[in-house]
C-alpha cells in the first residue's frame, strides 16, 4: 500500500464483486494509488494525516489561510527572515563559476574550472547537525570553498547563536511538486552566498481545525508592523509553519468516491473501452453503459461524494 492510498486492497474489492481471488492484486493496487492521487488533485488537498513545513506571504488579512486542513496541531510558527550562513568560493583564478544550493540531504556546491563542472553533495544535514558545522565541513573542502555562520549580537547561547541551530532548517520543502531544492542556486564566486531561517517564533497566534491561523496577543510580539491590528503584515514568504494536517482516518464517503473510481477504471481495463455492446448468435447480448465525464472531473458519482471535501478558490477584487 502505497503513501498516498486513500483505501486498501480490502476495500476495493468490495465494490469489485467479481473479484474473489488475488488473480487481480497487481492490477488493482496500481488503480488505488492512481485513483488515490487523482482525487486529491481533484479535491485539490491532501486527506491523510501527515506534518507539513511551508512559507506563507502575510496579506495584512486578519487570518492566515493554510494550504492543508483540519489542521491537527501546530509545531511552531516564525517570522523574520534573516541570513544564518555565509558560503563564498574565493579561488576566483581556478574557478570561473561557483554556486551553492539547499537541497533535502544538504548542500550542491557546484564549481566549473577551466570548463569542466564539479559538483560536491558530501556536505549533509546528517553528517553536519548544526549549522556551525556545516561552515566547518564546507571550509574543509578545499578548492577555494569557505564559509562561516552570521547572527546578531548576542553571546552563546543567545538569541543570535545561529551556529547550533539545527542545520536541516535550511531546507523547506517546496509546496507544490516533488523538488528537492529550496534554496539556489546562488553564485558564490568571489561573493557570499547567504542561505537565511526565519529566526524569531511567533507567539501571538491561535489556529483554527478548519484551516487557518489567527493573530491574537498583540504584545507578545514587538516586531512586527502594527501588532495592534492583529493582523499578518503583508510580504513574500515572510511566515514560516510547521504543522500536523489530514484526517487520522479518511471520511467514508471519500473512501467510497475512491472504491467506486477504482471499480470503474478497473472495468474498462477488462474489455475493449470502445465498445458499446456485443451480441452473439444463439447466447446473450450484453450493453454497457457509457460513464461521461465533463471537463476532465471524475465520474459523475464521485463528484457527488467529493464535493463536501474539494478546496474552492475564491477570488475577491479588493486591489
Known sequence: MAAKDLITLARAKQNIQSVTDASQDALLTTLITSVSDGVEK??????TSKGYDELYSG???HRLMLRQYPVQSVQSVRYRLVTVLKITNTNQALNQQARVAVTSTGLTLTRTASGVPSTDTSVTWAGNPTIQSVAAAVSALGNGWSAQTVGDPGGTGGPG???LWPSADLYVKPSYGDGTTSQGALNARGVFAELRLHTYELSGWQFDARGWLLRAVPYSDPELMHPEDLTWPVGLNNFRVQYTAGYSTVPESVQEACAEWVAIAYYGTIRDPGLASQEVPG????????VKTQDLKPPPSVTQLLAPYRWYVVGTNQG
Open 283 to 290: 447466447s446473450i447480448a450484453q450493453r454497457w453503459a457509457n
Open 161 to 163: 547563536d545561529y551556529g
Open 42 to 47: 481533484y479535491c485539490r488537498r491532501d486527506f
Open 59 to 61: 496579506t495584512g488579512d
